[in-house]
């Protein structure tokens, strides 16, 4: 790589080219567009704009294009990651919320049983996973618990209610002492639910009474 870096120079109006393919700047002879930054920096390729999402640009300041648009080879696996992070917090949008103001709480989880008696759960519209170590609602002192997507309590707006469903964990949920079998099913205030060691006593906010659309 030390090697490599030596071939590449810059102008003096800051222009980067391979010095070994060019007896001279070839941006400011054409006149055209040309990166600034070292390709071999640290941070090239990144833009203070974007967070770090910007055009790469490969040896000889030719930009790279691909399957994934303006990202170099090293990039692509950290933007499928950073897109499959964004695909899986897809909920429910609440279109009476305004933009940039705080999710609104519809209804809570509150531990009556179990290591985290006491510990209330906010709930909000679309899924909220149930996990030990990740989701939405984090219940960290059962370790009869899954890890994560042990179980999902949902609100959907558009019917103002709440639902339940078991998700990937071995744990058998109960509502009310009865085991939830298939899909899920409809969950009302102060339903008991089971879920491990714990029991969590489930509140609704929003409803037929009440609904942040209508607030």
């Known amino acids: 790589m030390a090697e490599i870096r030596q071939k590449i120079i810059s102008c003096p109006q800051g222009h980067y080219y391979d010095a070994n393919r060019y007896e001279s700047c070839p941006y400011c002879s054409s006149g055209s567009f040309s990166p600034t930054v070292d390709p071999f920096a640290d941070n090239a390729g990144e833009s203070p704009d974007y967070g770090g999402i910007g055009k790469t640009t490969d040896v000889g300041g030719e930009d790279t294009y691909g399957q994934y648009g303006n990202f170099g080879p090293t990039e692509i696996p950290q933007v ?8 899986s917090k897809t909920q429910f949008v609440d279109i009476s919320t305004p933009a940039g103001a ?11 049983e179990g290591p985290c008696r006491g510990t209330d759960y906010r709930i909000h519209t679309g899924y ?7 989701g939405d609602i984090c219940i960290h002192g059962d370790n009869t618990i899954s890890a994560e997507k042990d179980a999902n309590v949902t609100y959907v707006p558009q019917t103002r209610k709440f639902y339940i469903a078991h998700e990937q964990g071995k744990n058998v949920l109960l ?8 899909g899920g099913m409809e969950i009302q205030s102060f339903d008991l639910i089971t ?6 006593m489930f509140i ?3 409803g037929e009474k009440f609904t942040w659309g209508e607030a």
């Open 204 to 206: 609704g906010m929003c």
């Open 102 to 112: 705080p999710v609104p709480v519809v209804g809570w989880l509150v531990a009556v």
């Open 128 to 134: 909220n996973y149930i996990g030990r170590e990740a």
């Open 195 to 200: 879920i491990g060691t714990t029991k969590l």
């Open 175 to 182: 509502v009310n002492d009865m085991p939830v079998i298939g």
């Open 80 to 87: 499928k990651k950073r897109a499959a992070q964004s695909m």
